[in-house]
């Protein structure tokens, strides 16, 4: 099983059977009260109809239809409807089945655009600690949590930015902390060590997510932005989870009002209802690849199931919810009312930590004395049986509610976590 404790798990599972708007269902008919929109990708609540709808008739009309050197329109039409909410200059769309094809594509699209330019030296990529960028042999390069790492030798030339947690300075910051920008200066450094002429991209998450809701200081992006653009290095957001809304903007890019040239996404593009992610590119980087292409297929990359025809018709009626109830900025409103319940979750025992942004927050938790993860892993374990579902870092807990959440929801997300800090303590 995917990063599971496969053992642990067949001997006490935890099994989930049905699911609608805030809630699941396990096999026991339990009602369990979704905090984290599954895994941080069914923005729009569980079981839309209108996508239910549209997979049901795309699936009866045109099942699957190659997009080697042949098309069909879902793709194009969706790319058209996309880029009406992405930052301005992302216009060009390549489409994937996860987040993991998302970040391998956007880094080999990154290597294309140098080497069209003949600056076929740029191949090292610059990632962060704490990273998390999927589990292709791209992504954990450029990932930045040594777990994911330790097994797997053979990786890309990489290096990695500091990560910019710092509780020292900034605990319990409420949205970005206001210290830490200089972290940024880190990529000076990595320039003078490697040579700019050498790095092809920086790659971060706006905001780091698996590794426990990490918020960037203030103009500490910005900061990144302009020393990529001074030495020609390319700047790829990782928004696999920040993107669809999560902000209370379409895009983290939006809320920070930084753009990179190559922005990956997932997740949220299909509510999670049929797997699926875009890498979206700036109008010069595609201009460029294809223009300089000596031969006549100017990328040689693809999946079978890009641009799937279920997956398209998925990600338009999903689109279609985003747009309809105002969910990609919806969580402008909810952010404060949101921050105040996790805020006030302070005074509980063992939290040494509260941050959030948006509908993302992390409460850290004091590991037990030479257990790391284990108090974690209980409140887990503890949430599921109240009937709440968190995910769990080590000893953070991560919130991360679909966007068409309550107040109501907020408050028993609350009254359980409090109760569940209480019995864990
Ligand atoms: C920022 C980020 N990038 C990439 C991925 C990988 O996505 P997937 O699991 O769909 O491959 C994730 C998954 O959580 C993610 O959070």
Redesign the pocket.
């Known amino acids: 099983m995917p990063f599971t404790a496969n053992r642990a798990f067949k001997a006490a599972p935890r099994l989930l059977q049905r699911a609608k708007g805030m809630w699941y269902w396990d096999v026991d008919n339990r009602p369990i009260l979704d905090a984290t929109a599954g ?2 990708c069914v923005n729009a609540g569980h079981c839309r109809s209108e996508i239910h709808q549209a997979i049901m008739e795309q699936s009866r009309t045109l099942d699957f239809a190659p997009t080697f050197q042949m098309g069909h329109p879902l793709p194009f039409q969706f790319a058209r409807r996309l880029i009406q909410h992405t930052p301005v200059g992302l216009e060009h769309v390549f489409f994937t089945n ?4 998302s ?1 391998d594509t956007a880094l080999k699209i990154a290597l294309a655009y140098h080497h069209a330019h003949g600056e076929v030296e740029r191949i090292l990529f610059i990632g962060r600690e704490k990273a ?4 292709g042999f791209g ?1 954990i390069s450029v990932g930045g949590l040594p777990n994911n790492r330790a097994a797997f030798a053979n990786r890309l030339l990489t290096d990695h930015l500091p990560h910019t947690l710092d509780l020292e300075h900034n605990a319990f910051s409420r949205g970005m902390p206001s210290y830490g920008i200089e972290k940024a200066d880190a990529l000076h450094e990595l320039i003078r060590k490697h040579g700019a002429e050498r790095i092809a991209a920086v790659i971060v ?1 706006p905001v780091a ?2 590794a426990g809701v990490i918020v960037p200081p203030v103009g500490y992006l910005q900061r990144l932005r302009d020393i990529c653009t001074a030495h020609g290095i390319l700047l790829i957001f ?1 928004e ?2 920040t993107g669809f809304g999560r902000l209370g903007t379409p895009f983290a890019s939006n809320f920070f009002g930084v753009v990179p040239d190559i922005m ?1 996404t ?2 949220g593009l299909t509510n999670a209802a049929v797997p699926m ?1 875009a890498v979206f590119v700036s109008e010069w980087i595609y201009d460029d690849i294809i223009k300089n292409a000596v031969q006549p297929i100017e990328l040689f990359h693809g999946y079978t199931y890009s641009g799937h025809p279920l997956a398209c018709a998925a990600g338009l009626a999903a689109l279609q919810i985003y747009e309809n109830e105002g969910l990609l900025t919806r969580g402008t409103g909810l952010a404060i009312p949101f921050e105040e319940m996790v805020h006030s979750l302070r005074d509980q025992p063992n939290v040494i930590d509260i941050r959030n942004l948006g509908l993302m927050a992390a409460i850290e938790l004091q590991p037990k004395p030479g257990a790391p993860g284990i108090r974690g892993m209980e409140v887990m374990k503890l949430a599921f049986e109240q009937g709440l579902l968190l995910r769990v870092t080590g000893d953070i807990i991560a919130l991360s509610p679909p966007l068409i959440i309550e107040e109501e929801h907020m408050s028993q997300i609350q009254q359980k976590l409090v109760k569940i800090l209480q019995v864990v303590s």
């Open positions: 895994l941080w996860s987040g993991s094809e970040v998390y960028h999927g589990v992504g998450e997510g698996s990782d696999v989870i990956t997932a997740k992610g």
